[in-house]
């Protein structure tokens, strides 16, 4: 063999040794850090040395939860982090404090800022909200509660796989982000606990969710102002309050709703189906270009619901019209059964009222027979069977 091809080989062995070291990312293990999985022994300190070493590599990293219960308090993750490819690998499951109070206060548990290039794969977050919801069953004073898992001005974001268990208010919230993608989500709490949406969007682009089972007391996704550019599917809701764009009309001034698709979500036993809530206050917001398609509703009891004159328990209600304008809102093939004889109620604004309504293929009953509709400032038109009557 000649020197130069000996050459060569030394050089190509040396660029493939090269290119593995480089592409081999770093692991920062809890247990390793000094985290103990017990459920008890606080591992915050070891969660935020993982991070920071994460944050401060110059490969890409991963954060690993061993099996176990790991005990974290509220955590801030954001800050100086040069670092766009974070991978936290969950095995085991980590704990919010018991005592409701210690985070109770402080919005949020775990709390992503500024972040971009981030995964969550795997795992178990524990919110521990039960206390909470009993306190406030009970009305007492107790704490606003925090979200669990919170992504604020963040990019690039992906979750998968992730169950999130008993949060003490939202599970997931998506506020100011662009580019994110959750899969595989699981997300279980009492059908009697108060406020805790699965998923919350607000202030976003590009957000994805797919293949997730969502069980609450709120609203299974919500969807706030300023969120664009959303794709729901193949999602089981319930129970809980269904699928709601809104409520919005908050603010005399707020960013409006738009580009929504929900498509392929089964609604079991959920107060509502498809919907979406608004003030009935002046607003600049609006919706539009959304889009409810291939749902199964199973004893829902508002399966099609636009309600502009929203006041949950009626109390201190605007008494005003609604200034967020609807259109452009489709809904295809829905159907399934209605646990109430009124099947589809749109409630528009007499201000601004709904229009371009499209009702193609829908077949909602009530105890077997045809449910009924109801249609207020609603315009639009049905195409296909449409079962109720259309009333656009």
């Given at each position: ?15 493939i ?13 809890l ?71 210690v985070?109770?206060n ?38 606003v ?7 604020t001005?963040?990019?690039n ?76 599917e ?79 328990y ?79």
């Amino acid at each position: 063999m000649s020197s130069n091809t000996c050459t060569m080989l030394l050089v190509a062995f040396l660029l493939i040794l090269l290119k593995n070291t480089i592409a081999k990312p770093v692991t920062f293990d809890l247990i390793e850090l000094g985290a103990k999985p017990d459920g008890e022994t606080d591992s915050t300190e070891s969660f935020l040395s993982a991070w920071t070493g994460a944050c401060d590599s110059v490969k890409s990293a991963v954060i690993y939860v061993p099996r176990g219960r790991f005990l974290v308090q509220r955590v801030y993750l954001g800050g100086k982090c040069r670092n766009n490819k974070i991978l936290i690998r969950i095995d085991g499951v980590l704990v919010a404090p018991a005592d409701f109070r210690v985070a109770g206060n402080a919005s949020n548990w775990l709390d992503f800022h500024g972040v971009d290039g981030v995964t969550i794969s795997g795992g178990i977050l524990d919110g521990q909200g039960t206390g909470l919801w009993d306190c406030k069953l009970a009305g007492e004073n107790c704490p606003v509660g925090a979200a669990t898992l919170t992504f604020t001005n963040s990019k690039n974001i992906v979750v998968s796989g992730l169950t999130s268990l008993n949060s003490q208010l939202f599970h997931i919230v998506v506020n100011g982000c662009q580019n994110v993608k959750m899969k595989g989500i699981k997300i279980l709490a009492s059908g009697k606990s108060p406020n805790t949406d699965g998923i919350h969007v607000q202030f976003s682009s590009n957000v994805t969710i797919l293949n997730s089972k969502i069980s609450t007391g709120d609203d299974c996704i919500s969807i706030s102002a300023g969120t664009t550019d959303l794709w729901i599917e193949k999602v089981v809701c319930g129970p809980g309050h269904g699928i709601s764009i809104g409520s919005l009309g908050r603010d005399l001034t707020e960013a409006g709703v738009q580009n929504v698709t929900v498509k392929t979500v089964t609604f079991k036993g959920t107060t509502n189906g498809a919907r979406i809530k608004t003030w009935g206050r002046p607003s600049s917001g609006f919706v539009r270009n959304v889009l409810f398609q291939h749902i199964t509703m199973i004893n829902v009891q508002n399966p099609l619901i636009i309600d502009q004159n929203y006041c949950p328990y009626n109390k201190d209600c605007p008494g005003q019209f609604s200034g967020v304008k609807i259109r452009d809102v489709t809904y295809e093939d829905i159907h399934g059964t209605s646990a109430t004889a009124v099947a589809v109620k749109f409630d528009c604004s007499k201000m601004n009222p709904c229009d371009d309504i499209r009702l193609e293929k829908v077949n909602l009953t009530y105890k077997n027979e045809a449910a009924a509709a109801y249609c207020v400032n609603a315009a639009g038109t049905a195409s296909g069977m449409v079962v109720p009557t259309s009333c656009l």
